[in-house]
């Protein structure tokens, strides 16, 4: 109630405002029915990125514990304060670790380079084991936990619990064989808590072998964390990318496709951006997860230290019959079906001679296994165009400064012509397939991508990209989750929330019409009213965008006229601060998870003819229905 009578105060009368109100307010804004170009708005313009950097898979990942396999944490090579930033549990030595020697053993492990070894000496009988802190645990929620062990001397059950201070939750029990085998059981937790203890133990003397430990909710999604997935399918983000720079980077991390398919069991763990990565959250998944919220996958192939075949052989394994040597083994590995992968991207940000020189080689091998895959360059360049352009569907700038709005639309006017100059005969759009306000400044400046402000830079940049969809088809921003403040999704073991640029995208990507529409207005370009016009398909709803990051109220007479149906009702959505203290910063907390939000309401407007109040530091929807 009190958000709508904020909404409602918007349309004060004329006569009640103050003098630069009043000023202001004899600006019309027409919105026409001229469309503003030939093209129409892509929902793709709404992607999504993702990609192995520091905790952004594991976030999403259902998976409760940290090193399964226990190749051993280790901090990753950024930060946004180090005092407070988000560390992984490790495993540590519990029971009579005076009476244990515990190594991390090379000779033999499931996968990766070690498993953990734990050998309790002759003499006395005693209880070791190893543990881990941190865990998120529901009453009645069951967990498979499953793990692989062997040993020697052992003639005890090994036991598994979870538990707290003397509160045992949940609780099982193996008896290892002296090779290696795979234990499961079902735990089902009788109180909550977030930061229980999970135990692995065994009584000595002997020695255990432990690798490969999981503990995973009966109810993920695919192994997806089922909040998430709700999370992301309401943002309809209709394409996500997976790339970024541990792909093509050797100096960021191991990372090779070809480890994130097959029995996760036998996965061989791989580092990004120094931290050790979960193997469960494959390619495959990821292109699993892309399906269960309405999106494309968008796959980005190494470039550097690779070879045309390479990058084929990999659209072969999610595209090939199953009669191909790709194909087969996808289908060993449990998917006979393809995946039908249709966006495929060369590189990640490479550039150069050699790139320019090796690309269309690339293109060419790639689509010899697939004839239906949409190609992707990375940054565009006249040679990029001219060797490979024949081959090529999109051309892909990065854009990480998108507060200086002018800078970005030079650069999509650059490659626009850029296009038009080397490949004048076909129609190579341009996609976007990372962008954001910073895709750095590493430590606590980069907390401004949580922001109020943030989100408002990030709406008039789809503003832009409107104004530009004849060119622009796609754009991915960057980060999805977590992310040091860069995830327009923010988790910890048992929850989330959603920053205010989730908001803002969310907002765009289902209001949205098909059409950009022409605004006449004789306002100034930097009155501090940045919008964009839209047209559903159907020619009957017109919906305004209107960015104010302004730190004061702007009053415009906005005219519907053009469209007929004067008097009616009309829907208001308002993204800003409820708390409305003026400050650009502002942002979501797990504290205060819905202090930028937005705030829905509507007003009778007499005519096509009204005045409207944009509130600071705000994104407004105005929907108007007219007739087609």
Not at 158 to 173: D, I, M
Not at 432 to 450: H, I, K, Q, S
Not at 470 to 476: G, M, P, S
Not at 562 to 569: I, K, L, M, T
């Amino acid at each position: 109630m009190l958000a709508t009578l904020g909404l409602l105060a918007c349309l004060c009368p004329v006569d009640a405002e103050p003098r630069h109100a009043r000023e202001a307010s004899e600006v019309a804004v027409k919105i026409t029915r001229t469309f503003l170009n030939p093209g129409e708005i892509n929902p793709m313009q709404y992607g999504q990125f993702m990609e192995y950097l520091c905790d952004l898979f594991p976030s999403m990942w259902a998976e409760k514990l940290y090193d399964g396999s226990f190749e051993g944490l280790s901090p990753y090579n950024v930060a946004f304060l180090k005092q407070t930033d988000f560390r992984e549990k490790p495993w540590y030595p519990s029971g009579a670790t005076n009476r244990a020697d515990y190594t991390l053993e090379a000779i033999n492990p499931v996968s990766g380079k070690v498993a953990q070894r734990i050998a309790a000496g002759p003499g006395a009988p005693c209880t070791v084991g190893i543990s881990q802190n941190g865990i998120a645990i529901q009453r009645g929620k069951a967990c498979d936990f499953s793990c692989y062990f062997r040993q020697t001397g052992l003639d005890q059950a090994v036991t598994v619990k979870l538990h707290q201070e003397g509160r045992v939750y949940a609780s099982c029990e193996f008896q290892p064989a002296e090779e290696w085998k795979k234990y499961r059981a079902r735990l089902v937790p009788a109180e909550t808590d977030n930061h229980a203890t999970l135990s692995i133990s065994f009584r000595g003397p002997a020695t255990l072998w432990i690798d490969n430990a999981s503990l995973m909710p009966e109810d993920t999604l695919g192994g997806w964390r089922p909040d998430v997935v709700a999370a992301v399918r309401d943002l309809k983000p209709a394409v996500i990318r997976y790339g970024g720079s541990t792909l093509d980077d050797a100096n960021l991390g191991d990372f090779e496709w070809q480890n994130t398919i097959g029995d996760p069991d036998k996965r061989r763990p791989f580092r990004a951006w120094g931290g050790l990565q979960p193997t469960g959250p494959g390619l495959g998944e990821f292109i699993d997860f892309c399906r269960q919220v309405g999106a494309e996958p968008l796959i980005c192939v190494r470039f550097s230290r690779r070879t045309p075949r390479d990058a084929a052989a990999q659209v072969e394994y999610f595209n090939g019959a199953i009669e191909t040597p790709m194909g087969a083994l996808r289908a060993k590995n449990g998917h006979p079906g393809p995946y039908r992968v249709k966006y495929w991207q060369v590189g990640n940000e490479r550039a150069g001679r050699d790139y320019e020189a090796r690309l269309a080689a690339f293109c060419k091998t790639m689509k010899e296994v697939d004839p239906g895959i949409k190609l992707f360059s990375s940054y565009p360049t006249p040679g990029v165009l001219q060797k490979a352009g024949q081959y090529l569907d999109y051309v892909c700038p990065h854009h990480y400064n998108i507060a200086n709005l002018a800078e970005a639309e030079n650069d999509l006017a650059r490659v626009h012509a850029m296009i038009r100059a080397h490949q004048p005969g076909r129609s190579i759009k341009i996609a976007v397939t990372e962008w954001n306000t910073t895709g750095g400044d590493w430590g606590p400046r980069r907390a401004r991508l949580w922001t109020l402000e943030n989100a408002l830079a990030c709406a008039r940049y789809h503003n832009l990209l409107h104004r530009h969809c004849d060119v622009v088809e796609i754009a991915n921003r960057s980060n999805l989750t977590n992310s040091f403040c860069s995830g327009i999704i923010q988790t910890d073991n048992h929850r989330l929330y959603k920053t205010p640029t989730y908001y803002a995208q969310q907002l765009y990507a289902s209001r949205a019409g098909s059409r950009p529409l022409q605004i006449e207005s004789d306002l100034a370009a930097n009155a501090g009213l940045d919008m964009s016009a839209t047209l559903s398909r159907d020619g009957t709803r017109v919906v305004v965008f209107a960015v104010n990051d302004s730190l004061r109220e702007l009053t415009r007479t906005m005219d519907f006229s053009d469209f007929g149906n004067p008097a009616q009702s009309v829907s208001v959505t308002t993204l800003t601060d409820q708390k409305h203290a003026g400050e650009p910063d502002a942002t979501n907390t797990f504290a205060d998870p819905e202090r930028v939000k937005p705030a829905s309401s509507s007003f009778k407007a007499a005519s096509a003819r009204f005045t409207y109040r944009f509130p600071p530091l705000s994104l407004t929807v105005l929907e108007w229905r007219g007739t087609p």
